[in-house]
């Protein structure tokens, strides 16, 4: 396959979330009383069923104050998932192997395949809301753009003629809230299908 660009220049760093800029000690606090009560209505009530308007009574804030701080739902629901998404990506870059450096290319992508679905497993709902919004924002997130160079590495370590771009959208196809909620909830498979799936395109592609 040929190269269609170089995988230096993609994204490679936490998310974005992780480099605002210091708020004051006010907005911090209206932040976390923001982030508390969604947690909470989620879990009693589930992602689809609560309103940014229950939200932001529940918190004691202004409707506006949760629009400026978090943007949206899927925003909002980004930065309840931020400590687990910084983890994962703590444990790709600088984790012992397989999961972070030290083992063959195929290995690693396997290793990530389990603890990305282990992470879908447990925040389906919450992923599958913050993935939500116009085309193209589940692409754009920074987990997504994350998860997209990373596998972008080890498969141009593997091949480095490989069309690491497609191969990225390909290889994370099993491994979105999407597809879990449609194959694990609705139809009820087990969840190793779709991670032997995963495996079997490592194995085709970039498994030599």
């Known amino acids: 396959m040929a190269r269609t660009s170089d995988i230096d220049e993609a994204p490679f760093a936490l998310p974005v979330l992780d480099d605002a800029p210091p708020v004051r000690a006010d907005a911090e606090r209206n932040r976390e009383k923001v982030l508390?009560?969604?947690?909470?209505?989620?879990?009693?009530?589930?992602?689809?069923?609560?309103s940014m308007d229950a939200i932001?009574?529940?918190?004691?804030?202004?409707k506006?104050?949760?629009?400026?701080?978090?943007?949206?739902?899927?925003?909002?629901?980004?930065?309840?998932?931020?400590?687990?998404?910084?983890?994962?990506q703590e444990s790709l870059i600088r984790g012992p192997a397989p999961l972070g450096p030290g083992a063959p290319p195929a290995e690693r992508l396997k290793a990530m395949a389990r603890a990305q679905l282990a992470l879908v497993q447990d925040h389906a709902e919450l992923i599958a809301a913050a993935d939500s919004g116009p085309p193209g924002s589940?692409?754009?997130?920074?987990?997504?753009?994350?998860?997209r160079s990373h596998i972008g590495?080890?498969?141009r370590e593997a091949d480095p003629d490989a069309d690491w771009e497609l191969l990225a959208d390909v290889l994370?196809?099993?491994?979105?809230?999407?597809?879990?909620?449609?194959?694990c909830r609705a139809r009820e498979e087990d969840?190793?299908?779709?991670?032997?799936?995963?495996?079997y395109i490592v194995d085709r592609l970039v498994g030599s």
């Open 56 to 62: 932001a009574a529940a918190a004691g804030v202004g």
């Open 191 to 199: 969840p190793e299908r779709l991670l032997a799936t995963f495996d």
């Open 153 to 155: 590495v080890l498969v």
């Open 172 to 183: 994370l196809a099993p491994l979105t809230a999407e597809s879990f909620l449609y194959w």
């Open 64 to 88: 506006g104050t949760l629009f400026r701080r978090f943007g949206d739902r899927a925003g909002l629901a980004a930065a309840l998932l931020q400590e687990q998404t910084s983890e994962l």
């Open 36 to 50: 508390c009560a969604a947690a909470r209505l989620f879990a009693e009530h589930g992602v689809e069923n609560v």
């Open 138 to 147: 589940k692409a754009r997130s920074a987990p997504n753009q994350f998860l």
